[in-house]
């Protein structure tokens, strides 16, 4: 990819603006002390209760089901995402998705992607280099879609947890959730 | 990416489930909104208590989901039928477009939350367009 690349649908999103703002208002004393330090060269900081939440997530979490499920309704509620499995076969309405096994083994890949963000939550940044280039050079994906397979996610968690989802657990997951995809962003050029 | 009719038809037989328990759902989102995208909370310093389960909270959540469920019954004509929300939004509270998608989100949340069975891919992706008309209607008087 030779252009900056920038979709609307990612650059309004609440998450990013959320993750800017969030790191912005516990990090004022640093950047008084050391001026020269460009934001984005900053470590993302989690607090404890951010580790506890995002991890009893995952513990909720079969992958192939959930990975499934997120994947299926992603192609189902935005059906342009479609246009990455051209080769999964039968795609042609929501059933047919929701039962199609190529839909239900990428899904999996998808969420063991996101376990090793989980490992190694304070460098995601530099664990995702090879994914980001992979799907920005190899895949070709725009990076919108990341944010709607993200939401889609966030969804099916919901629907499995129910009100063990609670405002502060959602709000640490989708934290987790924009910093793994501004890793996935950061190979574009 | 209009409503066809069979969206509309989706987002009735949703609503119709879903209508009982809309305080709720409204107060929820709001909470929601305001712990998961805080800077929405700009919007409301007026308010003493901004954490879930506040009278200004459950109060908002419940017009709010009036306001929802008002555009349901005109779903056939959003953009005139919400010309003096639109008003409302654009002219008094002026609201960035922006935080429409950010309540619709979780607005979403809690219905796969209250209603997982019900919330299917093709009802889901029914009440993610409407959700989305809803805000353009929404938006309409801004500029």
Same mark, same amino acid.
């Given at each position: 990819?030779?252009?900056?690349?920038?979709?609307?649908?990612?650059?309004?999103?609440?998450?990013?603006?959320?993750?800017?703002?969030?790191?912005?208002?516990?990090?004022?004393?640093?950047?008084?002390?050391?001026?020269?330090?460009?934001?984005?060269?900053?470590?993302?900081?989690?607090?404890?209760?951010?580790?506890?939440?995002?991890?009893?997530?995952?513990?909720?979490?079969?992958?192939?089901?959930?990975?499934?499920?997120?994947? *299926?309704?992603?192609?189902?509620?935005?059906?342009?995402?479609?246009?990455?499995?051209?080769?999964?076969?039968?795609?042609?309405?929501?059933?047919?998705?929701?039962?199609?096994?190529?839909?239900?083994?990428?899904?999996?890949?998808?969420?063991?992607?996101?376990?090793?963000?989980?490992?190694?939550?304070?460098?995601?940044?530099?664990?995702?280099?090879?994914?980001?280039?992979?799907?920005?050079?190899?895949?070709?994906?725009?990076?919108?879609?990341?944010?709607?397979?993200?939401?889609?996610?966030?969804?099916?968690? *919901?629907?499995?947890?129910?009100?063990?989802?609670?405002?502060?657990?959602?709000?640490?997951?989708?934290?987790?959730?924009?910093?793994?995809?501004?890793?996935?962003?950061?190979?574009?050029? | 990416?209009?409503?066809?009719?069979?969206?509309?038809?989706?987002?009735?037989?949703?609503?119709?489930?879903?209508?009982?328990?809309?305080?709720?759902?409204?107060?929820?989102?709001?909470?929601?909104?305001?712990?998961?995208?805080?800077?929405?909370?700009?919007?409301?310093?007026?308010?003493?208590?901004?954490?879930?389960?506040?009278?200004?909270?459950?109060?908002?959540?419940?017009?709010?989901?009036?306001?929802?469920?008002?555009?349901?019954?005109?779903?056939?004509?959003?953009?005139?039928?919400?010309?003096?929300?639109?008003?409302?939004?654009?002219?008094?509270?002026?609201?960035?477009?922006?935080?429409?998608?950010?309540?619709?989100?979780?607005?979403?949340?809690?219905?796969?939350?209250?209603?997982?069975?019900?919330?299917?891919?093709?009802?889901?992706?029914?009440?993610?367009?409407?959700?989305?008309?809803?805000?353009?209607?929404?938006?309409?008087?801004?500029?």
């Amino acid at each position: 990819m030779n252009s900056v690349y920038r979709s609307t649908a990612a650059f309004s999103s609440g998450l990013n603006r959320s993750a800017r703002y969030t790191w912005a208002a516990t990090n004022q004393s640093y950047l008084n002390i050391c001026p020269a330090v460009k934001p984005q060269d900053t470590m993302v900081q989690w607090t404890a209760d951010e580790r506890a939440a995002i991890q009893g997530v995952f513990a909720t979490l079969d992958y192939e089901s959930v990975g499934r499920e997120s994947l *299926a309704r992603c192609l189902v509620v935005y059906p342009w995402t479609q246009r990455y499995f051209g080769g999964f076969g039968n795609l042609y309405n929501a059933e047919a998705i929701m039962a199609n096994p190529k839909v239900a083994a990428h899904g999996t890949v998808v969420l063991q992607g996101l376990e090793k963000a989980l490992k190694n939550m304070d460098d995601i940044k530099n664990t995702y280099t090879t994914l980001s280039e992979l799907h920005s050079e190899k895949l070709l994906v725009d990076p919108g879609n990341f944010q709607l397979l993200a939401d889609c996610l966030t969804m099916v968690i *919901a629907k499995r947890m129910r009100t063990e989802f609670t405002p502060d657990i959602q709000a640490a997951w989708q934290k987790f959730l924009s910093v793994v995809i501004s890793a996935l962003r950061r190979q574009y050029h | 990416m209009s409503l066809t009719a069979k969206d509309k038809a989706a987002d009735k037989a949703l609503w119709a489930k879903i209508s009982g328990k809309a305080d709720d759902i409204g107060h929820d989102a709001l909470s929601r909104m305001l712990a998961v995208y805080p800077q929405t909370k700009t919007y409301f310093s007026h308010w003493k208590d901004l954490s879930p389960g506040s009278a200004p909270v459950r109060k908002h959540g419940k017009t709010v989901m009036t306001g929802v469920g008002e555009a349901v019954s005109k779903i056939d004509d959003l953009t005139n039928g919400l010309l003096s929300l639109s008003e409302l939004h654009a002219f008094r509270l002026r609201v960035d477009p922006t935080n429409f998608k950010i309540l619709s989100h979780n607005i979403l949340v809690v219905l796969a939350i209250l209603f997982p069975t019900d919330f299917t891919p093709e009802a889901h992706v029914a009440m993610d367009k409407f959700l989305s008309a809803l805000s353009l209607a929404l938006s309409e008087k801004y500029r």
